[in-house]
């Protein structure tokens, strides 16, 4: 089945540096890949649709220029965190719709825990 | 605008017996209702969805829409579905909306 591959798993950083995060989808074309971010013990908060070629679209809230989305191929996106602070600690998570199949549903990659200190 | 209800947080049944995990819906189209399941230490995954009707581990889930519903069943639940339940909602656009999730614990 569809695989999403997302690396980091973890990451530690130093406050005002900045962090990238990749999401691939291993054996489909994703043509929208959206990002995630989880709280603890709360739902899963969409961030940000990302679509091969052009630029993402934000959720109301969401700050572009803190994350950065990048989707420069059908298979890879990007989420940096620039300038991360100690409230951007938290688990992220991409999701992947497969362009050609869209009633199979969509696959999501393992997250990514981020801390910053 | 969308929204998904999942009331409760934490959902506790014994083993053998029936379980049904509650979600409610709010959009004025026709939407694509999801059920997602995230077992401790593994990533959300596709549990079923109502456009195909079937059952998944035993799992079924009919769309009521008079009702605005989605509820999860399941007659004799086992140890091994305790997990987080995520019902979603896909409306108009390809975004999906989640409910805030419930914590299945399935006792011996």
């Known amino acids: 089945g569809a695989v999403v591959s997302q690396h980091p798993s973890w990451v530690i950083c130093k406050s005002g540096t900045s962090v990238k995060i990749e999401c691939r989808s291993l054996?489909?074309?994703?043509?929208?890949m959206f990002w995630y971010r989880q709280f603890p013990k709360q739902s899963l908060m969409l961030m940000a649709t990302s679509n091969e070629g052009s630029k993402a679209t934000y959720e109301q809230g969401v700050e572009k220029d803190k994350f950065l989305i990048n989707h420069a191929s059908l298979t890879l996106s990007t989420l940096t965190v620039t300038s991360a602070h100690p409230e951007d600690s938290s688990f992220y998570i991409c999701s992947a719709l497969n362009g050609l199949a869209r009633f199979y549903g969509y696959t999501f990659g393992s997250g990514t825990r981020l801390t910053v200190v | 605008a969308q929204r998904v209800t999942q009331p409760e947080k934490l959902l506790s049944v014994f083993k053998g017996a029936p379980v049904e995990l509650k979600c409610n819906y709010s959009y004025s189209g026709s939407p694509e209702l999801f059920w997602y399941v995230q077992y401790s230490r593994q990533r959300l995954q596709l549990l079923l969805r109502?456009?195909s009707r079937e059952s998944i581990k035993g799992f079924t889930a009919d769309l009521n829409k008079g009702e605005t519903s989605f509820h999860l069943k399941k007659p004799f639940a086992q140890e091994e579905d305790s997990a987080m339940y995520y019902c979603?909602?896909?409306?108009?656009?390809?975004?999906?909306?989640f409910g805030k999730g419930t914590k299945l614990t399935v006792n011996p």
């Open positions: 109502h456009i």
């Open positions: 054996d489909f074309q994703a043509t929208t």
């Open positions: 979603a909602l896909q409306g108009g656009s390809e975004k999906l909306v």
